[in-house]
């Protein structure tokens, strides 16, 4: 069975950090590119960042491009996103995907920042 788990959001205030982790089970993590999606409220799901399965160089959106930094641990099948200098306007659900738009998604995890 495939499953996706995130955990690590929470409330931040602005300027703070948090670190979502991202375990996966019943896949073959290294033989997709993963990915870190956010949706905010009453807004379209965005994609956040991502890195391919051999191709170590990442993607950032423009807007968390030197704030946040995307990784894996294949071994440990297991995603992770440092995101730093929290902004307001970072809140929203973050989401794990594994394989692109008709990969694999994770439920969820919510990030608030908020003063």
């Known amino acids: 069975q495939v499953q996706l788990v995130e955990s690590g959001g929470g409330l931040v205030q602005p300027g703070g950090s948090l670190t979502l982790s991202c375990v996966v089970s019943?896949?073959?993590?290294?033989?997709?590119?993963i990915g870190w999606f956010r949706q905010a409220p009453g807004k379209e799901r965005e994609g956040v960042s991502c890195i391919g399965s051999r191709d170590p160089r990442p993607f950032y959106a423009d807007s968390v491009k030197g704030r946040f930094t995307i990784s894996r641990d294949d071994y440990k099948n297991a995603v992770y996103l440092q995101m730093n200098s929290l902004k307001p306007e970072d809140t929203a659900v973050y989401y794990c995907?594994?394989?692109?738009?008709?990969?694999?998604w994770g439920k969820g995890t919510l990030v608030t920042v908020s003063s």
């Open positions: 995907n594994a394989g692109g738009a008709v990969g694999y």
């Open positions: 019943g896949f073959t993590l290294e033989d997709y590119s």
